[in-house]
């Protein structure tokens, strides 16, 4: 089974850009993100740090549009992906986050759900040939890392699983349906060293077939994985910039003092 899970034909996708501009979002008069641009290239890893309620993962939430679903939210500004303008009117939201894949900080498998049937439930809703689906649920499972741990067991309960595993099934559902953009919030903070290791692994295998945004505390991950940082404080952007410099000549002293730890 293991190969006949890469000769199965999977959709082609293309690693789009990203490219916010002027994007202010708030939460009734809560402001999180107070006129920011920046932008991803295609088929990126692009690390967003700051301390925590600087508007990461409010970041994230605009790019799926998953921020509108919040009662009292509002955006303006514009976000587009691969060129398109993700909030005008004829994008269907729904379709929009099939292509716009989200992993959240905590573990969010569906619990009525095997292992793996969560996994196949994007696969199938999207239409893939059912004598396919097999096949593309292993090969998710073993991109995270994963497959090893529960092939004996794929159709026991998903809340059976550790948190950790857990985590990575959500990972493998996500990349089961082949999106063009992957956002991460946090996706390793429930993990142990090894789990860690590989996601940050995976997204080293994802440069150039997708692009990613990964919100982390964990300074040296988006050293070691990410090609662009952006540097988030109180809402605002402070600096973008290659990861390599970002972390040895940041331009901004604010930074700087971020990244050496002297506040956040």
């Known amino acids: 089974m293991g190969d006949l899970a890469h000769a199965v034909s999977q959709p082609v996708v293309v690693a789009p850009s990203i490219v916010v501009r002027d994007l202010t979002a708030a939460y009734g008069r809560a402001v999180a993100l107070r006129g920011i641009s920046f932008t991803c290239a295609p088929g990126s890893v692009t690390a967003i740090i700051g301390p925590s309620g600087c508007g990461k993962s409010t970041l994230l939430r605009c790019m799926n549009r998953l921020h509108e679903s919040t009662a009292g939210a509002t955006m303006d500004g514009q976000l587009h992906i691969g060129g398109e303008d993700i909030h005008d009117d004829h994008i269907n939201p729904i379709a929009l986050r099939r292509r716009v894949g989200m992993m959240f900080q905590r573990p969010t498998p569906f619990p009525t759900l095997s292992i793996f049937d969560n996994v196949a439930a994007g696969v199938r809703a999207a239409g893939r040939p059912s004598d396919t689906v097999q096949s593309i649920v292993e090969r998710a499972l073993q991109r995270a890392g994963l497959w090893a741990e529960v092939r004996d067991q794929l159709h026991g309960s998903a809340l059976a699983l550790s948190g950790g595993q857990q985590q990575r099934l959500c990972m493998a559902r996500a990349l ?55 540097f988030l404080l ?25 990244v050496t730890g002297r506040f956040g």
């Open 234 to 258: 109180n809402g605002a952007l402070v600096e973008q910039a290659p990861s390599r410099l970002l972390f040895t000549t940041p331009s901004d002293p604010r930074t700087e003092a971020y």
């Open 176 to 230: 089961a349906v082949e999106p063009s953009v992957l956002l991460l919030d946090e996706p390793t903070t429930s993990l142990d060293p090894v789990g860690t290791q590989r996601i940050e692994e995976l997204l080293y295998e994802l440069r150039g077939s997708m692009t990613v945004v990964l919100v982390t505390h964990n300074m040296q991950q988006a050293a070691r994985v990410a090609d662009s940082t952006v």
